[in-house]
């Protein structure tokens, strides 16, 4: 879930999101965009993905998409792993072939003001995000909008949230060096690319107790960064000559790295479900999230708001 927002093409500065006026404000042009991308889909050659919006529905501050994606550009072989057999004539997938994937994304576009929300699903690790920003964002430049999303403020939130839960473990602290340090210290004079450095903590221990205090100080909008090499007492080396530093968390039995070196990592809301979501289960499951997302971002949420769409 992230922060949309309009601005000028290769600018900066915030529009408001009745702009292009022209059109009925960015809900209605945004709309238009996506229907269009319906004609063709977009083949990245640099990536060898391909992307393509298969329908669009709309109703009260929401459009949803359904975006299918996949790669391409490596020929492959189609197996069914239930039965395990191999095929005589197995099926093949081309080299211009690509293997689709479906996903849901939502866009909260209120009549009002200069923020709304971009919410996607996600899979394992996958999510089609940049790939529908492109597919739109190609079709509204004629406009002179540019749609942009940010995830700062909603992350910051949400990981505050995730922090405050006393069922939140914590059982260690990755150290990454992927460059010389500044004084060119190094864990071996070998030539290495990347370097890793992994604590497990004890459970118990004064410094597991230092590096939970130190991720509960994390909690609020301006999270106070810790000096994890110094709660660790590791000798010999400075907080300057890692170029990422990590707390592991565990969760419901779910492992979560966040790095206190850069801004949040995205947060992604998990659904209870062994199937996929309908598109009304899904804008159902989004609905408490996006509300609490909307009043966050200063957006006065009118009654009519919430999306209702149907299979």
Known sequence: MAELYVTPPRKRDR??????????GLYQAVLRAA??????????ETRRHYTRVSQVRSDAWGILLNVKGGEYGEPREVIDVDSDEPEEDPR???QSDAVLS???SLLIIPPYGDAGLLITE??????????????????????????????DTVDARAWSEFLSDDSVGVTGVELVQSRPSPDRTRFTEENVRRSRL???????????????????????????????????GLR???DEDFDEERIVTVYDGKERKIDVRSSWPRFTYAIDTDSRLTAEQFVREVASTALDSLKLLNVDVAANWRPRIAD
Do not use: W
């Open 198 to 232: 992994h604590l497990d903590l004890e459970d118990g221990s004064q410094v597991k107790a230092r590096v939970i205090d130190a991720l509960r100080a994390m909690i609020g909008q301006e999270p106070k960064r810790p000096q994890l090499v110094g709660l660790v």
């Open 122 to 151: 996600v899979k394992g690790r996958s999510h089609l995000l940049p790939q529908t920003l492109r597919q739109l964002n190609y079709r509204l430049r004629d406009l002179g909008v540019f749609l942009r999303v940010t995830s």
């Open 15 to 24: 529009m408001a999101l009745t702009e292009p006026e022209a059109v009925g």
């Open 35 to 44: 229907k269009d991308a319906m004609a063709r889909g977009e083949k990245d």
């Open 92 to 94: 093949q997938i081309g």
């Open 102 to 104: 479906d996903f849901y």
């Open 236 to 238: 010999d080396f400075e």
